[in-house]
């Protein structure tokens, strides 16, 4: 975050129904963004201060990004709960460092503070001092962290929260007002919901979805390089000739399908960084176009204590690695493991991750968002490229950025802020010394995921998986491609649904077979999350042009028998 802020990629988050973000003007936004470049600089220096991590987190909330704010006011409340907690260990014993050295300081060189000096006179009142200003801070923590759920739209988590800090400072006089407004809004939020189920725009399940989670914009941050905006050359030649090596007859190439010509008060767009297949010659229907098998940049999990890891197979087999008893379907499982993912999760206890996902009814389940996670940052690791956005399987995937009109994402404070966290923290990864796995970079992760996974259901165990290859293909509503399970794993094979002509471009359906009976309306409101605009494929095209040719001659109908 202390590359320069560009005010021409500065687009907030925050989708809060309550109170409506605004942008901020270029002088505010030129303030805001400098104190977050300086205050980051400052965390380079003094990772273990929690009240730095507090201020940029406040920086971060008014910038208009509460998903960033909300990572850096937790990691302040982790750093308090350490510093304030009388047993010791590693991390309290840093920020009690910390703490002693900025509070000594302040007090013996500041003029506003000197005349307190003799409050830090001796090591005991020093310690003191630190105790008390830790406490203080913490209050000041969870007050932003109300701020910083509203923000972020997370009702649920405001309603739950604010009734932990009544409990938590039960002499504070701020926070039973906080519980009365999360009653309110989540009163106001349920009504809102239950007209829009009367009405048939969400069944019960999306209610309690939204009823109980927040969400923000996929937005690129404005300090985010290039290189982490676009896949550049080098990427497409890796993908070129991934293709290459698994199929004879398909390519990848700089695909135009999702570029727009001009319209009415509109202007033609085009889309630079839009990757897609086609047919090197003609293909016959049924005939298979890859087979996408795990590797770096295809990842499959579920939950099944059979399963072989690799590839979800089950059961597993006498097969595995000299360094631990883990077993797989295969050899082959075994040697992709040791490659690409193994190494930095043997070891290391993620039965937590499993024990939740093991409770998933679907393959939408957060927990099993949770596993992906875990298993994309292993990769990373493994590859030890110079950030985590370059490993194979991310550097590859797109999100939903840059859209006319953008859907918002699910988000909630568990499973978007503690639950990535405590996965980087069982990797033994600091995340306060450690700039590679902020919170921009673990959001920047999971809007990528999210634009690019797909569930499996392979047995009774629901999973989810980012196949690197099937993700290439674009979509259409009557598309010539599909793909299924031909090995009980997550392994994907594609094949045609009809014949394709030499240089047809080759699609999928972004929302399968739901989509057959759907009406065009229908259709284009659940691709909006990818596309983030009315989809243009040809039967929706076809469609609507039918749609607008009848209302125009009703239309002109009532206007010739109206007397």
């Known amino acids: 975050m202390d590359s320069p802020w560009r005010l021409g990629q500065y687009s907030p988050s925050s989708a809060c129904e309550v109170a409506p973000p605004i942008s901020l003007d270029h002088k505010r936004f030129a303030s805001e963004s400098s104190e977050v470049i300086k205050l980051t600089q400052l965390l380079a220096s003094f990772p273990y201060d929690p009240e730095t991590w507090l201020n940029r987190g406040n920086c971060l909330r008014l910038l208009g990004y509460p998903e960033l704010a909300l990572g ?133 399940d999306q209610m309690t979805t939204t009823l109980t989670n927040g969400g923000v914009y996929p937005t690129p941050y404005p300090f985010m390089a290039e290189e982490f905006l676009v896949r550049d050359e080098a990427v497409f030649k890796g993908i070129e000739e991934d293709f290459r090596r698994v199929s004879t007859n398909s390519m990848v190439v700089r695909s135009t399908i999702r570029n727009t010509p001009a319209g009415e008060g509109s202007e033609a767009a085009t889309e630079d960084d839009c990757i897609g297949a086609i047919a090197r010659r003609d293909i016959t229907a049924g005939e298979t176009i890859l087979i996408d098998t795990m590797s770096s940049g295809s990842v499959g999990i579920d939950a099944d204590p059979a399963g072989c890891p690799t590839c979800c197979a089950s059961p597993v087999k006498n097969f595995w690695n000299t360094c631990c008893s883990v077993l797989y379907c295969s050899q082959s499982c075994a040697d992709v493991a040791i490659e690409t993912f ?26 099993l968002d949770a596993l992906l996670l875990m298993r994309v940052l292993a990769i990373s690791q493994v590859e030890d490229t110079d950030h985590p956005l370059k490993s194979t399987v991310l550097v590859r995937l797109t999100p939903a950025y840059g859209f006319k009109e953008p859907n918002l994402i699910i988000f909630n404070f568990e499973d978007h802020i503690q639950t990535p966290i ?31 996974k797909h569930g499996q259901t392979l047995g009774d165990w629901p999973g989810t998986s980012i196949s690197g290859l099937y993700s290439m293909l674009n979509h259409s509503c009557s598309p010539n491609v599909d793909w299924r399970h031909d090995s009980a794993s997550s392994e994907v094979t594609m094949f045609t649904t009809r014949d394709c002509k030499q240089g047809e471009e080759l699609c999928i359906s972004y929302i399968g077979s739901r989509g057959d009976n759907l009406t065009v309306v229908e259709r284009r409101k659940k691709l909006m999350g990818w596309f983030g605009m009315a989809c243009r494929c040809e039967k929706c095209t076809e469609e609507a042009a039918t749609q607008e040719d009848e209302r125009n001659a009703l239309a002109r109908n009532v206007q010739t028998i109206s007397p």
């Open 422 to 452: 405590t996965i980087l923290q069982t990797f033994g990864i600091n995340i306060f010394t450690n700039p590679l796995y902020d919170t921009w970079v673990l959001h920047t992760i999971k809007c990528r995921l999210q634009n690019n």
């Open 72 to 204: 850096d006011i937790y990691k302040a409340r982790l750093l308090v709960e350490a510093g304030i907690e009388k047993t010791s260990s590693v991390l309290g014993n840093e920020v009690r460092k910390a703490f002693r050295k900025k509070i000594y300081e302040l007090h013996t060189t500041d003029p506003a503070w000197m005349k307190w000096a003799h409050t830090v006179s001796t090591p005991e009142l020093l310690s003191q001092k630190v105790q008390e200003m830790l406490k203080r801070l913490e209050l000041q923590i969870w007050t932003e962290l109300m701020e910083g759920l509203m923000a972020a739209n997370c009702c649920g988590d405001y309603a739950r929260m604010s009734r932990e800090a009544v409990e938590k400072f039960p002499d504070d006089e701020f926070f039973p007002s906080e519980v009365s407004n999360a009653d309110a809004w989540y009163a106001q939020r349920e009504e809102v919901l239950k007209t829009a189920v009367a009405e048939g725009h969400m069944n019960e």
């Open 342 to 367: 193994h190494s930095p999760i043997c070891g290391k206890d993620f039965g937590y991750l499993y024990t939740a996902a093991r409770k998933a009814t679907t393959t939408t389940d957060f927990a």
